[in-house]
């Protein structure tokens, strides 16, 4: 377990680098400049900002400080939305902020998808099977952007409406409920979709067959046999997805004005703050990477059959 705790360690840092070095040289091979706005600024101004943040030197150059200045821990400071502030103390101010959103969407999602693909799998062929698998179709196929605007023209087009259509914490729960239902959706349906599949797959396995053969009533064949080989591949799917929810729905955070971290990385790209872009992105990469290790242990806790070996997955 130790050697497979460092393996996964030491490619982490790799991928990461990677990560650092590819969204670099995509991101300083658009043509533009952070400090193109509507009055444009002097040659000479143009040339003192770029020579405070370094951005006068060779892009390798840059390269290489900004890969030093991340293996100390320095992600740079904000070039435009918040000049001269800290990146990292941005992240920290929008991730709690995007991160409760995501919790609540993929508490749903889970609580709501899981039940619904048993639902589906135990009723294979009969109606109501056909009927989830609709809905759950197209579910996956709508992009979130219109779920956003189909929720706030059906639940928050007027003054008289319960939800608010702009986010505000200090109305409370009311207003989590439009974004984590739009954020929600996607993962949902497709959660309900694995879970069937999944499902019909195990109630299959001749394990099932002796459980029933010994009598055992079909609640305890589904929820204590069959479900828990069922779960694995939708682990295999919140790992990522898990990462990407909590770190901000970029879409519906922008649609419901939540000031969280999704929407401040379009924000970001649409400013060219290059230094806040480099930083979301590498934060989204380091956090898909802890939660796809997380789901190899999860794997070991679903199903004690599997072994993770020191030398592989």
């Not at 290489?64 to 400071?77: M, P, S």
């Not at 995501?102 to 799998?121: E, M, N």
């Not at 219109?146 to 319960?162: C, K, P, R, W, Y």
């Not at 200090?170 to 989590?176: C, D, M, N, P, Q």
């Amino acid at each position: 377990m130790a050697k497979y705790t460092l393996k996964r360690l030491i490619m982490a840092i790799l991928t990461l680098l990677l990560v650092a070095c590819l969204t670099f040289l995509l991101m300083n091979s658009i043509p533009g400049s952070p400090w193109v706005s509507e009055k444009a600024p002097s040659q000479a101004t143009l040339d003192a900002l770029n020579a405070k943040y370094g951005l006068d030197k060779p892009l390798i150059v840059q390269l290489g400080k900004y890969l030093e200045n991340i293996l100390k821990g320095d992600l740079g400071v904000s070039l435009k939305m918040q000049q001269n502030r800290p990146v990292l103390d941005i992240i920290k101010e929008m991730f709690p902020v995007s991160a409760k959103i995501g919790v609540f969407a993929l508490l749903w999602a889970i609580l709501v998808g899981v039940p619904l693909g048993c639902l589906a799998a135990y009723n294979r062929g009969k109606w109501l099977d056909s009927l989830l698998r609709i809905i759950c179709t197209i579910g996956v196929s709508m992009p979130s952007f219109v779920v956003a605007s189909l929720l706030l023209t059906g639940l928050g087009g007027n003054d008289q409406s319960m939800f608010p259509t702009i986010f505000k914490a200090s109305l409370g729960v009311k207003s989590y409920v439009l974004p984590c239902f739009a954020l929600g959706v996607y993962p949902m349906c497709y959660i309900s979709r694995q879970a069937r599949s999944a499902m019909l797959d195990s109630l299959g396995q001749d394990y099932i067959k002796t459980a029933r053969a010994k009598g055992l009533k079909n609640t305890a064949v589904i929820f204590k046999h069959a479900l828990r080989n069922a779960l694995i591949p939708v682990i295999t799917y919140l790992g990522p997805q898990i990462a990407f929810v909590l770190c901000g729905g970029f879409v519906v955070e922008s649609v419901f004005s939540v000031p969280g971290l999704g929407r401040y990385f379009v924000q970001s790209i649409l400013n060219r703050d290059y230094p806040l872009i480099m930083g979301t992105t590498i934060f989204l990469a380091a956090f898909i990477i802890l939660m796809n290790f997380v789901v190899d242990i999860l794997y070991k806790v679903v199903d004690p059959r599997i072994t993770l070996e020191e030398g592989g997955n």
